[in-house]
Structures are given as structure tokens and as C-alpha cells.
């Protein structure tokens, strides 16, 4: 019962009519979190991107499904698959991005997303926060919602290159604070975005990068 697949042979029934059996296994994974990957590190000091990405792959092998990411992680570039929605707690968990220039959040996929998150960028020396991939197929059902982001140089846009369209998204309840670049920036064909409360503040940037949200008739 103690090894690593010792869960699997403790049973486990919910109560209420119609309730079925399963083993403690089965319940337990019902909840993914990255911290349970090699290489997390809940304290910040090391990045857990590996960690991360790993435990985002394998909700996209289980199809839609929540990857938890706890309070206090470090991270790379994360790209986010088809079905996968990386989730803070309702608190917002707060996550601080890695030195470099990258997109923290790469949405290459439909019906996912990124939810209740407090990111600090300012480590990093360029790249956005938020980008969807561009291609040969629409980006359907996005939803970027409940986010703080510190010291973005970059808050959204797309990838810049293909020839797809990304529809049906919204972005709700997003504030990117001591922001130090453009806002929304979107240069390829899309369809029915939403921004709902998606609110920059640009205190002390420099005047050329006021911009808070640039739309690019080229890719229209």
C-alpha cells in the first residue's frame, strides 16, 4: 500500500444514490496539480517550467481538463494545448516569471485557457504575456480570466504569422499593472473577442509605448 501505486488498491465509494465504486487512485487524480511533477519548486528559488509543462501535456492526453499550479512557483515559456486550462487558486495564485525575453503563456489550441493568476514579469527583458498561435485552423473557445499581471512588456496578441483566424475568445478581468509596453495587440485575422475589464496602467513608461490596444488592418 505504500509504493507509488498502492492507491489503486484502497477503494473508495461517495456517498448518495447511484454513487460508484472507484479506488482511491482514480479519485486522486481527478485533481492535477504541477506540483505533484518532478521538479516543482513551491518556493520560487528554482524555475518549475519543466514541471509545469509536463503536467499541462499530460491534461491534454486526458483531453479537457484543469492543471492546478500552487502559489509561489517560478516559471519559463508554457505553452498551453488544446482541452488544457492551467488554474490558480480562487486567491490567485502568484507566480513569478523566469529572466529572459519569451511569452510567459502560449495558447496553441482551442478550448483552453488560463485562469486566476498573479504574474510578476520584471525579470523579464522582453516577450509578452499572453499569445495565441496563429495557423491553418481557428482558435476556438479561449478564455484568459481573472489575471494580474506586473511589469508586462507585452499583454496580448497573436503569433503574427499564418493564415488562421482565432474566434470566439474572451479575456475578462485582466490588469496588467507598471505595464512597459502595448496592451492588446492583434495582427492576423480574428472574430468576436471579448475584453471585458482588461485595464493597463502605464505609471512610468515611456511615452512611446502608450499604446494600449493596437489592431493591424493587414491581417484583418
Known amino acids: 500500500i505504500s509504493s507509488a501505486s498502492g492507491s489503486a488498491e484502497i477503494g473508495f465509494q461517495q456517498s448518495g444514490t447511484g454513487a460508484v465504486a472507484a479506488t482511491v487512485q482514480n479519485k486522486a487524480r481527478q485533481i492535477l496539480s504541477a506540483a505533484d511533477f518532478t521538479g516543482f519548486d513551491a518556493t520560487g528559488i528554482s524555475a518549475s517550467t519543466t514541471a509545469i509543462q509536463n503536467a499541462i501535456n499530460e491534461g491534454a492526453a486526458r483531453g479537457r481538463c484543469d492543471v492546478l499550479i500552487p502559489n509561489g512557483a517560478k516559471t519559463g515559456a508554457l505553452t498551453i494545448p488544446t482541452g488544457v486550462t492551467l488554474i490558480g487558486p480562487d486567491s490567485r495564485a502568484a507566480i513569478v516569471a523566469d529572466a529572459g525575453s519569451y511569452t510567459t503563456f502560449t495558447i496553441s489550441g482551442s478550448d483552453c485557457g ?25 482558435k476556438d473557445r479561449l478564455n484568459v ?31 496588467a499593472k507598471a505595464h512597459r509596453g502595448p496592451g492588446v495587440a492583434f495582427t492576423r485575422a480574428f472574430a468576436f473577442i471579448e475584453l471585458d475589464h482588461v485595464i493597463t496602467d502605464y505609471v512610468g513608461v515611456s511615452a512611446s509605448d502608450f499604446t494600449a490596444f493596437s489592431f493591424s488592418g493587414a491581417g484583418l
Open 114 to 138: 488560463v485562469k486566476n493568476l498573479q504574474v510578476e514579469e520584471l525579470a523579464k527583458s522582453g516577450g509578452g504575456t499572453f499569445a495565441i498561435v496563429c495557423g491553418t485552423t481557428g
Open 145 to 175: 480570466e481573472n489575471i494580474v499581471t506586473f511589469n508586462s512588456r507585452l499583454l496580448l496578441s497573436d503569433s503574427g504569422t499564418g493564415n488562421g483566424v482565432h474566434t470566439t475568445s474572451k479575456f475578462k478581468n485582466i490588469q
